[in-house]
């Protein structure tokens, strides 16, 4: 059975799988860090079952994970332009992110 859940980082929230790879808002850290993610909003398994949700996080629910790379994204270009007033503008932006991988979704047992 495989376990999945919800994580918050960087003001965005992904489902994620242990042995999968992900790509992240910049975490600081090097590459080969372990990482840990304590912002986890929901976890269950493939069956169905153990589905355990979070107001707002589970209570001593960790997502663990290694940094596999700091980088930058592509660049997205921005082009502003005004009709018939000669006004173009032209800028890019490259994105960091960091890339994990999920190594364990760590869920401590129920109180009872």
């Known amino acids: ?39 986890v909003l929901l976890t269950f398994g493939t069956s169905g079952e153990e589905v355990r949700v979070g107001t707002p996080t589970v209570a001593g629910t960790t997502v663990a994970g290694k940094i596999l790379r700091q980088a930058r994204a592509r660049k997205v270009e921005v082009i502003k332009y005004k009709a018939k007033s000669r006004y173009r503008r032209k800028y890019g932006h490259r994105q960091h992110f960091t890339e994990v991988e999920v190594s364990a979704v760590n869920v401590l047992p129920p109180l009872g």
Do not use: C, H
């Open 1 to 39: 059975m495989s376990q999945f859940a919800v994580i918050q980082t960087g003001g965005k929230q992904y489902v994620v799988e242990p042995g999968k790879r992900y790509r992240f808002e910049k975490i600081a850290g090097n590459e080969g860090d372990a990482v840990s993610f304590d912002r």
